[in-house]
């Protein structure tokens, strides 16, 4: 079955980076687009951004761009998701997600990331 699973979340100061993970299995990962949304408290779940099959494109939430970056490495079907200068307002739960053909959307369970000083 398809299964998702975020990591690298956690408490972290203003300014500082993270690098997020999402391990993927039961799907060809390398076939996939890999998405990252974000769900602040309080907040709407929003897309972050987007990495195409082999990462030789990826799209970004105007207000992240600059800050955060995105990365797979099919050979471990892996995405990351990298987020340097952190924000307060950068605090959410963030989840991959992934449409499979035939098979339907899938979610993450998330990993939170708390930015406070």
């Known amino acids: 079955q398809v299964q998702l699973v975020e990591s690298g979340g956690g408490l972290v100061q203003p300014g500082d980076s993270l690098r997020l993970s999402c391990a993927a299995s039961?799907?060809?990962?390398?076939?996939?687009?890999m998405h990252w949304y974000r769900q602040g408290p309080g907040k709407k779940r929003e897309l972050v951004g987007v990495i195409t099959t082999t990462g030789s494109s990826t799209i970004y939430l105007d207000p992240v761009k600059g800050r955060f970056t995105i990365s797979r490495d099919n050979a471990k079907n892996t995405a990351y998701l990298r987020i340097n200068s952190l924000k307060p307002e950068d605090t959410a739960m963030y989840y991959c997600?992934?449409?499979?053909?035939?098979?339907?959307?899938?979610w993450g369970q998330g990993t939170q990331v708390t930015v406070s000083s």
């Open positions: 039961g799907f060809t990962f390398r076939d996939y687009a």
């Open positions: 997600y992934v449409n499979v053909y035939f098979k339907g959307v899938y």
